[in-house]
């Protein structure tokens, strides 16, 4: 699949987010965005799963029906979809293409059958892995989060199981973080994005 959505659009490099669902994604990402609004974007995806409480329509996702997400990524609106847990999952070329519009380095969120997606076409970011400490402490964590039925749990589970042997692939990613303790997790994340945070606060102050 390749596709030349981001080629048109030069501006500061993307960053893929991956790991197992649980380690703790969203929760760096909420951070990162919310200490650099005018320098990161987020590439809201859309999902056939339901909203979880506290999850904005627009803002964390776009909650679609899986016959209209089919629609569109038949009509070749997406750049990567995948199927995980028991519901589609994809990001659109517009989610993309609306944070590179505003000069942000677009930020996305997605899991490893995406990463492999991404890889075939030319958005060219840069990949971060965030993994959790063990499978106990994910399991915890999920279970804590309180937002997934036994059956979701387990599925996440079994994924993550697939996801951390992935990761570990020479070259798959350019940073793997490990979201231990916190604090220490997101110092490493701002550290490893350092330079093209600079790049853009650079092209910002002089334009
Ligand atoms: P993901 O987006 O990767 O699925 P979340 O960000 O939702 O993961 O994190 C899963 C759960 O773990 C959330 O309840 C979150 O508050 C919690 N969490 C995240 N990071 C840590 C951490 N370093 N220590 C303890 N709990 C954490
Ligand atoms: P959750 O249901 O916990 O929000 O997300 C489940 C998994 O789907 C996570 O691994 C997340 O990274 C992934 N995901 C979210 N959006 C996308 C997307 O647009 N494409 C792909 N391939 N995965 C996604």
Redesign the pocket.
């Known amino acids: 699949m390749r596709d030349s959505t981001s080629k048109a659009m030069a501006g500061p490099r993307p960053v893929v987010?991956?790991?197992?669902?649980g380690a703790g994604?969203?929760t760096l990402l909420k951070k990162l965005i919310k200490e650099h609004e005018n320098v990161f974007g987020f590439?809201v995806?859309?999902?056939t799963?339901n909203p979880r409480p506290g999850e904005e329509n627009g803002r964390d996702?776009h909650y679609v029906t899986r016959e209209a997400m089919q629609a569109a990524i038949n009509n070749g609106e997406f750049i990567?979809?995948?199927e995980?847990?028991g519901?589609l999952?994809?990001?659109s070329k517009a989610a993309v293409q609306a944070v590179q519009a505003k000069n942000l380095i677009c930020i996305?969120?997605?899991?490893m059958?995406?990463v492999k997606?991404i890889k075939k076409t030319d958005l060219n970011p840069m990949y971060i892995s965030i993994q959790p400490p063990s499978m106990e402490v994910l399991e915890k964590r999920l279970r804590d989060r309180n937002t997934e039925s036994e059956e979701s749990l387990q599925k996440?589970l079994h994924?993550a199981n697939v996801d951390m042997e992935f990761s570990k692939e020479p070259g798959m990613f350019d940073v793997v973080i490990v979201n231990d303790n916190l604090e220490d997790a997101y110092k490493n994340l701002k550290q490893a994005l350092l330079e093209e945070i600079n790049k853009v606060k650079k092209a910002k102050a002089s334009s």
Do not use: M, V, W
Request: glycine share 10%.
């Open positions: 987010f991956s790991g197992p669902s994604k969203s590439s995806s859309h999902t799963r996702y990567e979809n995948a995980f847990s519901n999952y994809g990001t996305l969120d997605i899991d059958q995406g997606n996440r994924a």
